[in-house]
């Protein structure tokens, strides 16, 4: 017999259950105040190796994951992020990123100037190490252009490493940066008259370059088979990065390092973050604007040009060619106009600051 509306009351009413719960979702997130900040070390397929407690006795690798809240928030080696959960660091244990330290400088590159993905890199270093090699494979001054001005947008110091220089002077590749007063160090390999085991010869200018990263969280960059995995080994003694060789046909090397990695210098002296060796560093990130200010030796003779000047080749009223014929920035002046002038044509072909 069927009932009219009027019949019916509270206690017939009847409620489907949700398939997703019945506890109401909330945008409040936890605060964590028992996170515990780590270092990240290193990455690999979706977990992150930190190191817990950096300088006590306590120290420990803890391998974690990334938490739900933090979304797609890039994290990278040299990071300080916020662990919970499981901090022992035992074997089969997973701790949880839930947080991302305020960073000091974030380096970042794109694959080209006309790809405007960021690509990032390394986080709270202070010291970028360019690594090239004078010769075997040859030196390629773009490469050191483009780091510089990386470095420069992200407030990193710089320094040249030239290994190899048993192979060739490095003196003519310098004297193209001698105008910026760019701070460098030469390395090659021990003579057998040098060397206290000539079975193993060591790293002249080694010393140098461990005083210069000395207290420092530092990045190697630069290409494949320059040498940078052999200064390494040489630095962390126990790392064993894999050493390349140079192809005899192209001239470049192959990619041994495949991923960053943070390791400690002995004794607790610092950081040094090596990078897998690239073929190219894009600019597509930088905006063109940031570019002339990162060429410090042509900023200053730009001061004299016309209001809104781009610097490039038919630019009118431009005095940068003038000032660098007559030599205003030095012997290097020509080739570093051209390379600004490179750099600079391929950002505004590509800016996504003007689109």
Not at 123 to 129: E, R, Y
Not at 146 to 165: H, M, N, P, Q
Request: proline share 6%.
């Amino acid at each position: 017999m069927r009932r009219s509306a009027r019949e019916f009351d509270e206690s017939d009413v009847r409620i489907r259950p949700s398939r997703r719960g019945s506890r109401p979702r909330t945008k409040d997130r936890p605060k964590h105040e028992d996170a515990v900040t780590a270092r990240v070390v290193s990455v690999d397929r979706g977990r992150w190796r930190t190191l817990l407690a950096e300088g006590t006795a306590q120290q420990r690798a803890v391998t974690a994951m990334r938490a739900r809240e933090l979304g797609r928030s890039p994290i990278v080696p040299g990071d300080l992020v916020g662990l919970v959960g499981d901090t022992s660091g035992r074997d089969g244990t997973l701790a949880r990123i839930v947080r991302i330290q305020e960073r000091s400088s974030f380096l970042r590159r794109s694959a080209d100037d006309d790809d405007q993905t960021e690509r990032p890199l390394v986080a709270n270093v202070d010291l970028m190490v360019m690594v090239t090699a004078v010769a075997d494979p040859e030196p390629r001054g773009g490469m050191i252009d483009r780091c510089l001005v990386a470095a420069y947008v992200a407030g990193i110091d710089t320094l040249l490493v030239l290994t190899k220089t048993d192979l060739r002077s490095p003196q003519e590749f310098l004297t193209s940066y001698a105008p910026l007063g760019l701070e460098h160090i030469v390395t090659r390999r021990e003579t057998p008259q040098e060397a206290q085991d000539p079975a193993h010869p060591g790293i002249v200018g080694l010393d140098a370059l461990r005083e210069r990263l000395s207290g420092r969280v530092s990045v190697l960059v630069g290409h494949s088979g320059v040498g940078k995995s052999t200064l390494l080994n040489a630095l962390v003694p126990g790392t064993d990065r894999a050493i390349g060789v140079v192809n005899d046909v192209t001239g470049r090397g192959r990619h041994t390092s495949s991923s960053a990695l943070a390791m400690q210098l002995p004794d607790e002296a610092g950081w040094v973050i090596d990078t897998p060796g690239v073929r190219s560093f894009g600019l597509g990130h930088v905006d063109p604007d940031e570019l002339l200010e990162a060429f410090t030796d042509l900023a200053e003779l730009a001061e004299d040009c016309p209001r809104g000047c781009s610097h490039l080749e038919d630019a009118p009223d431009c005095g940068l060619d003038e000032r660098v014929a007559a030599g205003d920035a030095g012997s290097a002046g020509p080739a570093r106009l051209v390379s600004y002038r490179r750099l600079a044509t391929a950002l505004r072909e590509n800016n996504p600051w003007e689109t």
